[in-house]
């Protein structure tokens, strides 16, 4: 049988990777701080559980069907029906569901002006900002930037944008960084009836969460492919937050603890071409610098002799008036 058009505009649709969090990984990576932000608002068991799946076919068809009535969210998926309010959402999830369920992704009027204009200043590191506006993420300290990833991902997914934080985005970070809590599952109802009534053909989201909903109703899925490594934050990531990458055998930093006031720029290593010096900076909390003082002393050694060397190999080049001027 042939899909419906409706059902056939939502299969061409992207759908946006929802990202899970290999608890091993960041706590390796000195990220336990970001573990311990999930655990504030209840979702730590959801987003590492690595072992959810997805059938996108099921995604796509849940889409076409979608409706709301009041706060009841509807849809037919394989034949089976699907009635769902945020209360009743949570417990499937296993997740809250109070808090914070403000969702203004169109009208920012309900939102406080002065308090938008904190946030901006804040999460910019701008304090001379003077109105509210969107924020890019390479201005935000890592931390923020890693919880705007997450947010875009899981929270309110979405494709387009996902280098500038809106005052929606800031919001939640902010909510998310002070363990204040956010309602997932009415952010999550709304954000699906506006990924589904929208003109332009935004991409799909919550596959992963979706899919769970599915299989708590019994649907019988066409297509479930387990997640895959991809799926995971990784080094790509926590890189693109930035993060420096912590590698077997280097000493373990702090990193989800990184303040101006306690980091400490170390030389660890240098590279020497033609008469160009390179120093490569890795932040150091102070809780980590005595661990460290071993490669940090023959790194400021080796450091002082090459910079003697290329001295050296200068002064034998230049001309005998230029040595004496």
């Given at each position: 049988m042939a899909p419906s058009p409706k059902l056939e505009k939502f299969q061409k649709r992207g759908v946006v990777r929802g990202k899970l969090v290999k608890v091993s990984y960041f706590q390796k990576q000195g990220l336990e701080v970001f573990l311990d932000k999930l655990k504030a608002q209840g979702w730590y068991e959801l987003f590492t559980n690595t072992?959810?799946?997805?059938?996108?076919?099921?995604?796509?068809?849940?889409?076409?069907?979608?409706?709301?009535?009041?706060?009841?969210?509807?849809?037919?998926?394989?034949?089976?029906?699907?009635?769902?309010?945020?209360?009743?959402?949570?417990?499937?999830?296993?997740?809250?569901?109070?808090?914070?369920?403000?969702?203004?992704?169109?009208?920012?009027?309900?939102?406080s002006k002065t308090r938008l204009l904190e946030l901006a200043q804040r999460l910019s590191q701008q304090p001379g900002l003077r109105s509210p506006q969107a924020v890019k993420k390479g201005d935000m300290q890592p931390l923020h930037q890693l919880m705007f990833w997450f947010i875009i991902?899981?929270?309110?997914?979405?494709?387009?944008g996902r280098n500038q934080a809106d005052t929606m985005d800031q919001c939640l970070i902010d909510?998310?960084?002070?363990?204040?809590?956010?309602?997932?599952?009415t952010?999550?109802?709304?954000?699906?009836?506006?990924?589904?009534?929208?003109p332009r053909a935004h991409d799909l989201g919550y596959r992963f969460l979706l899919t769970k909903v599915f299989e708590?109703?019994?649907?019988?899925?066409r297509k479930k492919v387990d997640a895959q490594v991809i799926d995971e934050d990784g080094s790509s990531t926590i890189m693109g937050?930035?993060?420096?990458?912590?590698?077997?055998?280097?000493?373990?930093?702090?990193?989800?603890?990184?303040?101006?006031?306690?980091?400490?720029?170390?030389?660890?290593?240098?590279k020497v071409s033609?008469?160009?010096?390179?120093?490569?900076?890795?932040?150091?909390?102070a809780s980590?610098?005595?661990?460290?003082?071993?490669?940090?002393?023959s790194g400021f050694r080796t450091i002082s002799l090459r910079f003697r060397v290329l001295s050296r190999r200068r002064r034998s080049r230049m001309p005998s008036a230029m040595q004496t001027f």
């Open positions: 072992q959810m799946g997805c059938s996108q076919p099921d995604v796509a068809e849940f889409y076409a069907n979608v409706a709301l009535s009041g706060d009841v969210l509807t849809s037919t998926v394989n034949g089976v029906l699907i009635e769902v309010n945020a209360q009743a959402l949570g417990v499937i999830l296993g997740v809250p569901a109070t808090g914070f369920d403000l969702y203004v992704r169109e009208d920012k009027s309900l939102l991902k899981n929270i309110i997914p979405r494709a387009q909510l998310m960084d002070r363990g204040e809590q956010i309602n997932l599952p952010f999550m109802i709304n954000h699906i009836i506006r990924i589904a009534t929208t708590h109703f019994g649907v019988e899925l937050c930035g993060f420096v990458l912590v590698k077997a055998g280097d000493c373990r930093t702090d990193q989800g603890a990184q303040t101006p006031s306690v980091l400490l720029l170390i030389a660890v290593k240098i033609k008469h160009l010096l390179c120093l490569f900076l890795v932040p150091l909390s980590r610098l005595l661990q460290c003082l071993p490669q940090i002393s």
